[in-house]
């Protein structure tokens, strides 16, 4: 078969991607190795910024987001004991949403459906052939039998494990990576979130995190060493250490019960150039990883989205490949600006194994700095509700 773009990966990016072309009439299949119902069970992230917002509106998938979602001007930050608040509103004019990873991706799977789109799951062994030529290709195995769909363009959407990132040869591929020293131990229970904003929180025992996903549902994340398993640690050994890293303020009010789902995630900052060879394209986390702090995973991959939909939007209404030629440059430009904003925002708040105490005393000052200093505070808030596309 045929088709205009094969998008490999039904993550929120292929899926986005998808979508968005499917309203403007770009034929495409998406491609997945998994279940729609695995893919849904990933827990992942929770703040959505303007752009994937504007995107979400774009695909005509906002309608429930906007009903659900929880629009959030401000965060808190704790530490020494007390908390302090960056008012994204009053600094930038903007605000984020927080809605679930999971509902983004519902939502679209929903959409695509209605739409008749296709949707190949549990595929294997996909490869993509001649994406260096103007005739590239795509073959894979669903149900034992091999299959062949060319195409004009490949977008690799396919995470970091994925094989499109494998497919651009070694000679051309430049990789740039730091690993951490730590990974985030992730709750979710159905208990009323602690606090209206999220609580980034910086603490003698390392760092934690309260956030949410509804009135009745709250995520928390504590850092935890790279060696731990989820199965180490009982709900009960969670919470108690959760709370001795909350300020008293805090911890006094937060709400325990069961736990309905617990993993470990590593930490690591990641990125690939170029983002395009020939005619494949990476999107999303097939070309970066950031560590979680400060929400940009996700919205990073939307900001991909954008600028390939847009280039291949050009493309084929205008005849145009300016947007696709510069889309490796412009993605990456605000790749690395996330991946700065991501790195800076964990060094402020984890404790290190090698930290002496200098380098204590330096991201105390620097906190000290954040919660005293407006231009440190409107630098933050910018890059957390998003920098434009
Ligand atoms: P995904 O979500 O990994 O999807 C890739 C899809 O490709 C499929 N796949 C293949 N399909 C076919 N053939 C193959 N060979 C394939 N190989 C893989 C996979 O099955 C999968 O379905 O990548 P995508 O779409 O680029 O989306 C990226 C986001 O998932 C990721 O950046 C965020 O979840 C990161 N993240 C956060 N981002 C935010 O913006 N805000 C947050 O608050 C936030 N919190 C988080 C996070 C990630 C976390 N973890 C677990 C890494 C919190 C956590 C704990
Ligand atoms: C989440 O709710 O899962 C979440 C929120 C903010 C982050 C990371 C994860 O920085």
Not at 5 to 26: C, E, T
Not at 62 to 86: N, Q, S, V
Not at 295 to 314: F, P
């Amino acid at each position: 078969m045929r088709t205009q773009v094969v998008i490999i990966g039904g993550g929120p990016s292929g899926l986005l991607l998808s979508q968005l072309l499917h309203v403007r009439g770009i034929a495409n299949v998406v491609l997945e190795r998994k279940t729609r119902d695995y893919v849904l069970g990933r827990i992942r992230a929770g703040v959505l910024e303007r752009g994937l917002l504007d995107l979400m509106r774009e695909a005509g998938v906002a309608e429930r987001m906007r009903r659900e979602g929880l629009a959030h001007d401000g965060t808190l930050i704790a530490h020494e004991g007390g908390t302090f608040h960056i008012d994204f509103k009053a600094l930038t004019g903007h605000s984020v949403m927080v809605y679930g990873q999971t509902e983004v991706t519902r939502d679209l799977y929903d959409a695509r459906e209605k739409a008749n789109g296709q949707i190949e799951f549990e595929v294997e062994h996909v490869e993509i052939h001649d994406a260096d030529t103007d005739a590239p290709h795509v073959t894979f195995h669903r149900s034992g039998t091999e299959h062949r769909i060319d195409c004009d363009y490949v977008a690799g959407c396919d995470g970091f494990h994925g094989v499109s990132r494998q497919t651009i040869p070694l000679s051309v591929r430049r990789e740039y990576e730091k690993t951490y020293p730590f990974g985030w131990l992730g709750i979710l229970s159905e208990t009323p979130p602690v606090d209206d904003e999220l609580i980034y929180a910086n603490s003698q025992r390392g760092f934690a995190l309260c956030s949410m996903r509804n009135a009745n549902l709250s995520r928390y994340y504590i850092q935890c060493a790279l060696s731990d398993k989820p199965e180490d640690w009982t709900d009960a050994a969670f919470w108690q250490e959760l709370l001795r890293r909350l300020p008293d303020e805090v911890s006094e009010r937060l709400v325990t019960g069961p736990s309905i789902e617990k993993s470990i995630a590593p930490l690591r900052s990641f990125v690939t150039e170029p983002m395009r060879w020939g005619r494949l394209f990476l999107c999303g986390d097939a070309a970066h990883i950031v560590p979680p702090t400060g929400a940009k995973g996700l919205n990073t991959a939307a900001s991909d989205v954008h600028y390939l939909y847009n280039g291949l939007r050009q493309f084929y209404e205008e005849g145009d490949s300016e947007g696709i030629d510069r889309y490796s440059e412009r993605a990456l430009a605000r790749v690395w600006k996330a991946e700065r904003f991501s790195w800076w925002f964990s060094s402020l708040l984890h404790r290190y194994p090698d930290q002496n105490p200098f380098d204590l005393r330096m991201q105390r000052a620097e906190l000290e700095f954040l919660r005293t200093n407006r231009a440190a505070q409107q630098a933050m808030a910018e890059n957390y509700v998003g920098l434009p596309y």
